[in-house]
């Protein structure tokens, strides 16, 4: 009946703080944390079944090489200030991902990275927008996200 116990009891507990407490608001407090439970629960996503779960120290060991890579790339490019040029670009990148899960994870892993970040997914073109600090080549970006991260995140969620 209560899906999140947790949750609902700490909005009954901030609306009675931020309310007087009298019967009328317990009761009306209970009510809205009980539908603002039910809420939660109707937007939690499906859990993703986990086919070679045995690749994810493979995708985590990949993720944390590329972000110092681009840890270190970075702090290159701002110490160099504007003796070097460099050119930020946005990129398409069309993508096979289609699980809610396995697209969030993606996003993560790019945001994540410095020099780059997840701005939009279009799910009729299955594309996604990235921008890139220093952009060189922008096949070698496509390529590098479908057959480092793309590809294992196929092969670990169904």
Do not use: C
Request: positive net charge; hydrophobic residues 55%.
């Amino acid at each position: 009946m209560i899906p999140y116990p947790l949750l609902s009891l700490s909005l009954l507990a901030m609306w009675l703080l931020l309310n007087d407490f009298t019967l009328g608001h317990l009761v009306l407090g209970s009510v809205v944390a009980t539908f603002g439970g039910w809420a939660m629960a109707s937007l939690r996503p499906d859990k993703p079944k986990l086919k070679k779960w045995y690749l994810l120290p493979k995708l985590l060991v990949l993720v944390f090489v590329d972000i110092i890579r681009s840890n270190i790339a970075v702090a290159a490019l701002m110490i160099s200030g504007k003796r070097q040029k460099h050119t930020s670009a946005f990129i398409t990148i069309p993508l096979e991902i289609e699980h809610p899960t396995a697209l969030a994870i993606m996003a993560v892993i790019l945001t994540s990275t410095p020099g780059s970040a997840w701005l939009a997914y279009d799910a009729r073109r299955k594309t996604v927008l990235i921008h890139v600090l220093d952009l060189v080549d922008e096949e070698q970006w496509v390529e590098n996200i479908k057959h480092r991260y793309e590809r294992l995140l196929l092969e670990i969620i169904e």
